[in-house]
């Protein structure tokens, strides 16, 4: 067997060595009733590389990958180019097959890679630091709802309506087992009112979450929000699962938000179906925020030698040190995902954030112009980055499913995400640079014809 | 000792070099560190390729790129809200692609990793990493998908889905599983969740007096970090001389507030709990329900079935057992097997198949067998990436290679064992599991700390092995070396730890308080890391 190295006389001599007869001898705390004789009945046996790469092959087959359609979905989740040489670093024994650094001397790539990571995602976000990533952006957001309960010694959390629905239900579960009340507001297409939300904020609340471009796509500027929660000494949580809009649009920590929570997976990473993605947190510099941050954090140091280094540092806020105590039990978190992120931000730097931005809004506002001649579609937004939302006069769901046999992956249906909320006839759509001219017409040509 | 070992020992004993006829490795080319290592004054590993290299912002410039667009119509700022930036505001800054690679590649050099030599972390797992994996993880059918496009064009996606939830069943002989979770830790998450509602089914009394999560002693961190984030009260329970439960100090524990115990097996000291399903049967008795910790599943995969021994749900580390990569952090996957009595609180979303026979997603908790979900972990499905690629090692390996995994991986730990005990002492007497402890009296002894031990390691060329933990046993040292490790490897393990721990007896203290010196990075200053947190980048007035 390939991944097997002992050969069956090394297995020979190593029991000799040992004074055992055969390997199950060491399997003699096991009753008896319970360790198997024989290979499990159910499942095969071993395959060839070529045999395994056959049925892999023929299920991929099976799917409509994005390269092979035009393709308009996003949802949390936006198709980007990746430079070549990003996937080819991240492949590199040293990277992939690196264990976490707790050795520093001999992990300096990682903690070195790490440290410009955070400091990336601290300037995507408009925060002062960030920590070494969460699963995504979804649980990120979760964490950072518990963190501000923590920070603010109060338990109601205000979700904001037009939040990612997915954001909002893992907040609610992470929530659920610590008691946190979540007020949360019917979701609104038109863009959320803030009326609502102010009526809201009051003396009990722990922290307000908004996401911005919100789910719609709406854009909204958090910096009224930000100066009533702080009235009241509450926290404002920012969301963007859209990170490259920070380059074009005004990022959460520069209209007063505290903490961030957002996902990375535009930078490096790809669709890869939801996972793996990276979560990005960031929050502002207060000892009692840092004290509070979830997750690992690399700092800088020096060694005996006196050369500037890196080490995984504040480790008494993490479950291998802190155990019960402990600000979350991550552990294990998305480092190779941070990498390709981290590696993608320094390829692009200031100017390419700023051109992908640029070209990712530009396809949308062509898009925008394409379809706003359509009578029978309604689009909702006036305002966007790069994603909008617009109603139909039939269901967004079967249209989606008919034009994707045309080789269209015409967006997202809103009612999948927001099932029984009159979201049926909506639809979500979002363009990147990667969209062309092109597929945007033949999208605007589809759409008329089948609705006609 | 055969001869290859005492070549490995001459290689690992510096007082054979410099000069001399040096000693030769299987190929026959001649092995000798260099003369400098004996040289009080510290020296990189090989000096002419010094690897050290500046941060990225002290190379690079905000009006670098390495990453060409092509020409695109300006937007305008028509919808944008009001909420447009100006330029260069970010403060972010870029490289050409030469120097993205030399800078990237040039780190990389850094690193100590898996594929460079054994990695002997007790309870890591850190065993060889499939390129077959990479390569199907990355075909585009797999990988460039959208995860809300309609399920009728990704049926291969969720098939793949679906074989690997029958696998991590079948393996467990388990009724359900949950592939949400997106570590082990937030497999961990998901059980304690389910048990917590399990318990609210049973009503408000029930609610209000089951708190109590027993963990023994010796558990991982998360595991009682997960238990109070679930709102659950942690008692510790202990271990017996040999290191198993202690079966009365656990009985006594079990009262009519008792939720349930997280149990590690075989335990974090490498050993199979013999007494696991008079455990589980007298929890089960008591009200309570019974999670593993599987991530030790690399003794037991093929070899025996959690689901008989009576648990109520399980993570497995795909990361460890199943051969995705750690990729200095993660990502890892925790799907996590559940009884039939949790299943039903199984989170959102999980594989289904319709009547048709096609393959859809059940992402809504009024769908039928969704209505007590416990709801969602996480954004979309899961650890995809992570999926196939485990599916692949376990497709590679079948149900008889598992078996052989399991078995190599016990064989190998045992070899160790019986090498080292001579030269330190075995935690607990009798044969170890897939991991073998031991404790540091025999360096104490000789002035040695354990800290200084495992730096010495990494001049010998290995990644020390988990020190400090369990917290049952002084001093910790826990070595797993995975079925994957050869028997030359395993050997040159074996010499390297042998002739240090010779070192130790000795008394030649000094070298190992001034380990390591053959690596680019002395010892790091962690408290003054902790002490005065610099975590980003900051210009200077001179940048």
Redesign the interface.
């Known amino acids: ?7 069956d006389e ?2 020979f ?3 000799a ?4 007869g055969d ?9 008896s009733e ?3 004789d024989t ?9 060839s ?1 070529l ?3 056959r ?13 092979k359609a035009a ?1 308009f ?1 996003g ?3 936006y ?1 980007h180019h990746i ?1 070549a ?1 990003v ?15 707790y ?8 903690l ?5 990571f ?3 995602v ?3 976000t408009g925060m ?3 920590n ?2 969460m ?5 990120a957001a979760a964490e950072a709802v518990l963190m501000a309960c923590r920070l603010t010694r109060r338990n109601k959390v205000l979700l904001s309506r037009n939040l ?1 629905p ?2 909002a ?2 907040c ?3 929530g ?4 946190i009340e979540f007020v949360t507001l019917p979701a609104e297409i038109e863009g959320e009112a803030i009326g609502q939300i102010l009526a809201h904020i009051d003396q009990e609340l722990a922290c307000l979450v908004m996401q911005n471009p919100d789910f719609f796509g ?4 958090l910096s009224p929000l930000s100066k009533a929660v702080h009235k009241v000494k509450a926290l404002l949580v920012g969301v963007v699962t859209e990170i490259v809009s ?6 959460p920590g ?1 209209m007063g938000a505290d903490i961030v929570a957002a ?1 990375g997976q535009s930078l490096g990473v ?9 979560g990005l947190l960031s929050c502002r510099n207060e000892r009692s925020f ?1 004290r509070q941050l979830p997750g ?10 006196g ?1 500037r ?3 995984l ?4 806020r ?9 600000t ?12 390709a992120f981290s ?1 993608h ?12 931005a ?2 990712s ?6 898009l ?1 112009k394409a379809l706003e001649p359509i009578k029978a579609v309604k689009i909702w ?5 790069n994603e909008f939302s617009l109603r139909l006069p039939t269901g967004a ?1 079967q249209l ?2 008919q034009l ?1 046999e045309e080789g269209i ?1 015409a967006g ?1 249906p809103v009612a ?2 927001l ?2 909320h009159g979201f049926e006839k909506d639809l979500l759509v979002a363009c990147t ?1 990667r969209t062309t001219q092109v597929e945007i017409e033949t999208f605007a040509k589809m759409l008329q014809k089948v609705l006609a | 000792m055969t001869k290859n070992i005492a070549m490995r020992r001459d290689v690992a004993n510096e007082k054979n070099h410099p000069g001399g006829s040096g000693s030769l490795n299987r190929a026959g080319r001649p092995t000798r560190v260099p003369s400098w290592a004996d040289d009080a004054e ?1 020296q990189p590993s090989n000096p002419g390729l010094d690897r ?2 500046p ?3 002290e190379i ?8 060409d ?1 092509d020409p ?5 700022d ?8 100006e ?2 505001q ?6 050409s ?1 030469p120097e ?2 030399r ?3 040039r ?10 030599s054994t ?1 002997p ?1 007790g309870s ?1 797992t ?1 065993k ?3 390129r ?1 994996n ?3 993880a ?13 399920v ?6 969720l ?2 889905m679906q074989e690997l939830a029958r ?1 991590l069943c ?2 467990t002989h388990m009724p359900a599983v949950a592939l949400a979770p ?5 497999g ?2 998901c059980g304690m ?1 389910a048990i ?1 509602k399990a318990i609210e089914a049973r009503g408000q009394s029930e609610t209000n007096r089951r708190k109590k999560i027993l963990v023994p002693k010796n558990a ?3 595991n ?8 659950f009260n ?1 008692v510790e329970i202990e271990a017996n001389a040999n290191g198993h439960v202690d079966l009365e100090n656990f009985d006594a524990q079990l009262d009519e507030t008792i939720a349930g115990l997280m149990l590690t097996n075989p335990n974090t000291c490498g ?4 007494d696991i ?1 008079k455990i589980a049967d007298a929890l089960h008795e008591a009200g309570g329900y019974f999670y593993c910790d599987g991530a030790n599943f690399n003794a037991l995969a ?4 959690p689901g ?2 009576g648990i109520d749900a399980m993570h497995i ?1 795909l ?1 460890k057992t199943f ?1 995705t ?9 925790g799907p996590t097997v559940l009884s039939e009595a949790l299943a039903p609180y199984a ?2 979303p999980f594989v289904k198949m319709e009547a048709s026979g096609e393959l859809t997603l059940v ?2 908790e ?1 769908a039928l067998g969704a209505e007590k979900s ?13 999926f ?1 690629r485990a599916l ?2 376990m ?11 399991s ?2 991986a ?3 730990a ?2 160790i064992l ?2 080292l005990k001579p030269y330190i002492r075995p935690a607990f007497p ?4 897939h991991e073998a402890l031991f404790d540091d009296k025999k360096l104490k002894e000789n002035g040695v700390e354990l800290i200084d031990f ?2 010495a390691m ?1 001049d010998a060329g290995f ?2 092995m988990t020190t400090y ?1 369990p917290l049952v046993v002084s001093g910790a040292m826990l070595i797993e070396p995975t ?5 030359h ?1 395993l050997d040159r393990f074996i010499a390297a730890m042998q002739s240090l721990l010779e070192e130790v007896s000795s008394g030649k203290t000094e070298k190992f308080k001034a380990a ?1 010196v053959r ?8 408290t ?3 002490r005065q ?5 900051q210009e200077t007035e001179t940048t």
């Open positions: 067997m390939r991944y097997l190295p002992l050969t090394d297995r001599q190593m029991l060595q040992i004074g055992a390997i199950r001898e060491f399997y003699e705390d096991v009753p319970y360790l198997l290979p499990i009945a159910d499942l095969p046996n071993a395959q590389e045999a395994v790469e049925w892999f092959a023929g299920q991929a087959a099976r799917n409509l990958d994005a390269g393709f979905c949802a949390g989740a198709r430079p040489s996937d080819h670093i991240i492949q590199r024994s040293e990277f992939l097959t690196s264990y976490t650094p050795q520093p001397e001999i992990s300096q790539g990682s070195q890679a790490l440290f410009e955070q400091t990336q601290a300037r995507l002062d630091l960030a070494a990533s699963y995504d952006g979804a649980t990612h997915h954001y239900q893992a609610k579960t992470l659920q087992a610590q008691d709406h854009l909204r500027d920070s380059g074009l649009i005004k990022t520069e996902e790809g669709l890869q179906f939801g996972g793996p993605h990276v840092l690992r954090l690399c700092g800088e140091t020096v060694d005996v030698r050369q280094g890196f080490v540092t504040l480790s008494t993490e479950q291998h040190i802190r155990r019960g105590k402990a979350s039990n991550i552990c294990t978190n998305s480092g190779l995902m941070a990498l590696i931000a320094s390829l692009l730097g200031e100017k390419g954030v700023r051109e992908m640029c070209q809004h530009a396809r949308t506002v062509q925008h937004n006036t305002s966007f980055f769901a989606v499913d994707s992956l997202v999948r995400l099932p029984g640079e | 510290a050290s290299e941060l990225l912002f690079g410039a905000p009006e670098k790129t390495g990453v667009f695109c119509p300006e937007p305008g028509e919808f944008l809200g009001g909420l447009g930036r330029e260069d970010l403060g972010l800054y870029g490289l692609e993205t690679l800078h990237y590649v780190l990389s050099q850094q690193n100590h990793a898996i594929d460079l990695y972390l890591c850190m060889h990493n499939p077959q990479e390569k199907i990355r075909l585009p059918g797999l990988s460039d998908i959208h995860p809300l496009q309609p009728q064009t990704v049926q291969g996606a098939a793949v696998w079948t393996l997106k570590a082990g830790a937030h961990e998450f969740l917590k991982h961190g998360t009682p970090a997960t238990a109070i984030q679930c709102g942690v050993l199979f709990e013999p399903r093929g070899m025996v079935r008989d021994l580390n990361h051969s990569p750690h990729g200095g952090g993660g990502p890892g996957a989170p959102l992402e809504d009024t416990m709801g969602r972990l996480a954004a979309f499905h899961g650890q995809m990436g992570m196939t692949a090692h497709m590679a390996h079948g149900a008889d290679g598992l078996m052989q995994m078995k190599d016990v064989l190998n045992n070899y019986h090498h009798g044969y170890c599991m495992a730096k990494i990644h020390p933990f079925e994957t490790e050869s028997r490897d390591p690596t680019a990075m002395g010892r790091l200053d962690e003054r890391a902790a947190p610099i975590l980003v980048w």
